[in-house]
């Protein structure tokens, strides 16, 4: 976490909308996330017929996006580098207001919405065991998937109904303005309804989904970094549909060819495409 605080900092001193990264988001900076995602001889010990079943990844790569937000790699580039065996695609929601079933509203470090880009997530590559219900289908935009760490923080149910409104796309600098002017407030203390900052600022597509299904994958077992939160997993038909019109980051689900002997130099190698 070090390195990603000193990141975070040397960039405070470049661009304002750093501010508001490390506000809203402490702890996501930097060129790479790896964290308990690279810990595999952890996880092997503890869960080794889960996670030899699971199909799991060795490492979460945040890319650069038109938002400056987190990453600052080409993720196209990241897949081509030679320690990387596979990868999936997908994207992760940053800013947005949660309403759960209960009345509660929610915000960004309490849920992190993942959508995938493509079929492997969850299937081939971080393979979901199903504790409860199925799988959303990746052509219904408006079904969702809860890992297990979701389902018990957040008392999210099978059939339970979860509406997310998105920042849009198009006015992030004016939602980011509005937000900053805040800044001190939102980093320096922790108090409940916090989640309705965001709900007054969100101004994007405002969706309703279906908790499907309640699932246990690798990646997603406790304890997660300190700059995960759990995630709900959107499907591919929601990415394709929406992902250009909100504000989201770009993160590349990663395998290495040699598992986490691979990680110290894949690292390297991702460091310096980030400008270390």
Not at 186 to 215: C, M
Not at 237 to 242: I, V
């Amino acid at each position: 976490m070090g390195a990603v605080w000193a990141r975070s900092r040397a960039e405070l001193r470049r661009r304002w909308t750093a501010w508001l990264v490390v506000g809203l988001l402490a702890g996501i900076g930097g060129g790479i996330v790896a964290g308990a995602f690279a810990a595999a001889a952890r996880v092997e010990r503890t869960y080794p017929d889960f996670v030899a079943n699971g199909a799991p990844m060795d490492v979460l790569v945040p890319g650069a996006s038109p938002f400056g937000l987190v990453g600052g790699v080409d993720l196209n580039e990241v897949g081509r580098l030679p320690e990387v065996a596979e990868t999936a695609d997908a994207s992760a929601s940053l800013l947005f207001a949660g309403h759960l079933p209960d009345g509660r509203v929610i915000g960004p470090g309490e849920l992190f919405p993942v959508a995938t880009a493509g079929n492997a997530l969850g299937s081939t590559f971080e393979r979901f065991s199903m504790l409860e219900g199925r799988a959303a289908h990746q052509y219904e935009e408006r079904e969702a998937t809860a890992s297990f760490l979701a389902a018990d923080q957040l008392g999210i149910k099978v059939g339970d109904k979860v509406r997310i409104h998105f920042f849009a796309a198009k006015t992030f600098y004016q939602s980011a303005g509005a937000l900053i002017t805040q800044f001190n407030e939102r980093l320096n203390r922790s108090r409940p309804g916090s989640a309705d900052d965001y709900a007054r600022f969100a101004d994007g597509p405002n969706l309703t989904f279906k908790v499907v299904g309640i699932e246990a994958s690798p990646a997603e077992f406790p304890p997660l970094p300190a700059d995960i939160s759990p995630v709900l997993h959107l499907t591919r038909a929601f990415y394709e549909r929406w992902n250009s019109e909100i504000v989201q980051s770009p993160l590349l689900y990663t395998r290495l060819v040699n598992g986490s002997a691979d990680l110290p130099s894949f690292e390297r190698r991702v460091e310096r495409m980030a400008g270390d």
